[in-house]
């Protein structure tokens, strides 16, 4: 194995346990080292960090998968991909090797699995995987022949269509194992059955993470009047209104999300009391914004306004506007589900921004419950990136 070394003893992230190094870190005095290689990296006084996988293109140079040299190869990446359905099967998920009708996970959440630019799913026995590096990419046969090993699936589906690829020198696409497209299929998550498109949808096919808050949110809605802000396919609400919410409501910009969400609540006979609109989730809280408070609980899930440290200043603005106008529509004792995605955002910053749209708002609001990202998102305690989502779910008096 080829080795590296950081180029001067100031501190770097590395050195406290993180598991990548910058290419500014790194001393670039080592033999031509290929994309993908795996290369063990030391400190400046010659003692190991671990090995790593290898870019030449990204400003991540390396990105550690073990704290001692050894090769990523089939069998490590075996032992990885072992120890990641371990890890999931004693929180409580399916039993091993049981590709069972309605399981619904994330199986390998990338350097939080020792397996740096994996992402994999499993929606019973269809897997959608995504290599968003060029390590993650060299290893998809071997992941592809342990999927086969233990589950017998019914299909694979490589998602190799993140963006993200492109600065690794990857190409875009998608494919599946049989050759053959993979139509959108009915799939049940959490008692809910759900349309989804696994080979086009974005992501893997549905948002795994939010699953349990679904479930969680869902045990407040009952009799309560239910607004479920950017809904996409409708989890939220679906989940409320099986709960037994009196009313409630959709929102989303997509159309193609509000058809499939309204889709979704006539295949599971939550139409009667289920209603999605098209709509800028900003634009109609500014249009409502005078309006009579007359929601009893508001889910507040966007995706991630911060996606560049340039962006957070605005994205906390965004944050603070869109949960003031939700504090104001809420009843008195009103319940708000609200979520960040923002990696950059961290728990702190998220609650103080709560703090202060519920001042300027004039509502007495209390925490009931600070949320996470749930366990088969696993976060990596020296790897404050893998800890993207976080919530709060409060009463404003």
């Known amino acids: 194995m080829k080795s590296i070394r950081l180029h001067s003893p100031r501190p770097c992230r590395a050195l406290a346990g993180h598991p990548w190094a910058f290419a500014g870190e790194i001393d670039r005095a080592h033999a031509p080292i290929a994309d993908g290689e795996a290369v063990e990296l030391f400190e400046t006084r010659g003692f190991s960090l ?8 990204s400003q991540i140079s390396w990105r550690r998968y073990a704290r001692r040299a050894r090769p990523f190869d089939a069998a490590f990446i075996g032992e990885a991909l072992d120890a990641a359905l371990a890890r999931r099967d004693a929180d409580g998920d399916a039993a091993a090797g049981a590709a069972a009708v309605g399981v619904a996970r994330r199986l390998v959440w990338s350097e939080a699995d020792n397996l740096p630019g994996l992402v994999l799913d499993q929606f019973g026995g269809v897997f959608a995987a995504q290599a968003l ?3 993650a990419d060299r290893a998809l046969p071997d992941v592809r022949a342990w999927i086969e090993r233990r589950f017998s699936p019914r299909e694979i589906i490589f998602r190799n269509d993140a963006p993200v690829r492109e600065r690794e020198g990857l190409p875009l696409e998608v494919r599946t194992v049989s050759g053959k497209p993979f139509a959108p299929d009915w ?31 869902a045990r407040l809605a009952k009799g309560r009047r239910v607004l479920d802000a950017f809904c996409n396919q ?11 919410a009196a009313d409630t409501l959709g929102i989303d910009s997509s159309p193609e999300c509000i058809a499939t969400a309204e889709r979704n609540a006539l295949r599971n006979g939550l139409a009667g009391n289920t209603r999605f609109l098209r709509a800028n989730v900003f634009d109609w809280f500014t249009e409502n914004r005078d309006s009579e408070p007359r929601f009893d609980l508001i ?41 960040s995605c923002s990696q950059r955002v961290g728990v702190e910053d998220f609650l103080a921004m709560l703090a202060e749209a519920a001042s300027d708002a004039r509502r007495e609001t209390r925490v009931l419950e600070v949320t996470n990202q749930p366990p088969d998102h696993p976060v990596l305690l020296n790897f404050p990136e893998s800890h993207y989502l976080k919530g709060a779910i409060l009463r404003a008096e």
């Open 133 to 135: 590096t060029a390590g």
């Open 234 to 244: 409708g989890g939220f609400a679906l989940q409320a209104a099986r709960a037994g």
């Open 187 to 217: 799939f049940r998550i959490g008692g809910v059955e759900y349309f989804l498109d696994l080979q086009g949808g974005q992501k893997t096919g549905f948002y795994l993470d939010q699953r349990e808050q679904h479930l969680r949110v």
């Open 299 to 339: 889910i507040l899930d966007p995706p991630p306004f911060a996606r560049s440290k340039d962006a957070m200043a605005g994205a906390m603005r965004g944050y603070k506007e869109i949960n003031l106008r939700a504090l104001k529509l809420l009843t008195p004792g009103g319940l708000l589900a609200t979520y």
């Open 50 to 57: 671990g090995a790593g996988l290898w870019s030449n293109r």
